[in-house]
């Protein structure tokens, strides 16, 4: 039997399939779900210091290739959230939860990662690439001496490992890795939704109550695979990497190409939960079909061609 499991940063993962911050995460319930799905991490949605309610709708448009939405960050606040975490570890002690979060500077990311590795998560995810929300995500994350910053506040405030998941929505996403793991990060997450908006003709307005709004689904699985492509070429270090993954070889072209793990987000939508365990078993029959031992003999395959 070739072997799936895998550790990514400092993260041990029974697989190499997490789910990506933002669907079906958002209580205990849902996170377990996501868990006996089959995933190996379970990311939450991302969690800032006050509860925030969503935009105005309509929040989420299905397309062909793919979702746009604008939700706002919507989130019950750190407080009432960890405890959501926390009966999800209860009900399931096995379960891998990473806990995401955004800020509006180092000392608030610290706060919130500090809640959260209490509350019982293995790692955190800052997301410093939401590409619509004022003043957090992308204009803190399109910045690399910011990057830096957060990850040194982060990284000499908790033990368990730090990803920083970044945006597309840039020139060069290699220096935006490079400053997180100079700040300390244990790897990246690459990549967040793609910044997109469309407009309904008949009304002739834009489609999504807050104009913009952030693409992601299987159109954005070549923008991902390029990032995950480049970062590994250039800096070798962890990367989990997500965009458009639908089936197993969507997820093999990211390891390929030099992750060691992946996310999936839209693809629930689209499958629901058993996405998890049929991605993990096509990559380790794959695997075995190949003559491949063990995950890590196909990491950045690609990179050697
Ligand atoms: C939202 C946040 C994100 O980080 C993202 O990539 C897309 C949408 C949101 O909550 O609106």
Redesign the pocket.
């Given at each position: 039997m070739s072997e799936i499991k895998v550790e990514v940063g400092g993260l041990k993962l029974r697989n190499p399939t997490m789910s990506a911050s933002?669907i079906l995460d958002n209580s205990a319930d849902l996170l377990l779900r996501l868990f006996k799905g089959g995933a190996g991490g379970v990311v939450t949605k991302?969690v800032g210091k006050e509860p925030r309610k969503p935009y105005p709708g309509p929040n989420v448009v299905e397309m062909e290739y793919g979702v746009l939405?604008?939700?706002?960050?919507?989130n019950p606040g750190i407080d009432y959230f960890c405890e959501e975490i926390r009966e999800a570890i209860r009900r399931e002690p096995n379960i891998c939860l990473i806990g995401s979060v955004y800020g509006k500077d180092p000392k608030e990311f610290s706060e919130l990662a500090i809640k959260m590795e209490r509350a019982g998560c293995k790692a955190i995810e800052l997301?410093l690439?939401?590409?619509?929300?004022k003043g957090y995500?992308a204009e803190v994350g399109t910045d690399p001496k910011a990057i830096r910053e957060i990850c040194e506040e982060v990284s000499s405030s908790i033990a368990i490992p730090i990803f920083v998941k970044l945006t597309p929505n840039v020139t060069d996403i290699v220096s935006l890795a490079s400053a997180a793991l100079e700040g300390g990060a244990s790897g990246v997450v690459a990549i967040?939704?793609v910044r997109a908006m469309r407009i309904n003709v008949e009304l002739m307005k834009p489609v999504l109550g807050n104009v913009y709004g952030?693409y992601s689904g299987k159109g954005i699985l070549p923008i991902g695979v390029r990032a995950v492509y480049d970062i590994y070429r250039e800096l070798e270090c962890e990367i989990i990497g997500v965009g458009g993954i639908e089936n197993y070889k969507d997820a093999l072209e990211y390891i390929m190409a030099g992750a060691k793990a992946v996310q999936i987000g839209t693809g629930i939508m689209k499958k629901g939960e058993k996405i998890f365990s049929e991605v993990a078993n096509g990559i380790r029959k794959w695997l075995e079909d190949h003559g491949f031992s063990s995950i890590y003999e196909i990491v950045g395959i690609a990179q050697r061609k």
């Open positions: 933002g991302s939405n604008a939700m706002g960050l919507p997301n690439s939401c590409p619509h929300v995500g967040n939704s952030a």
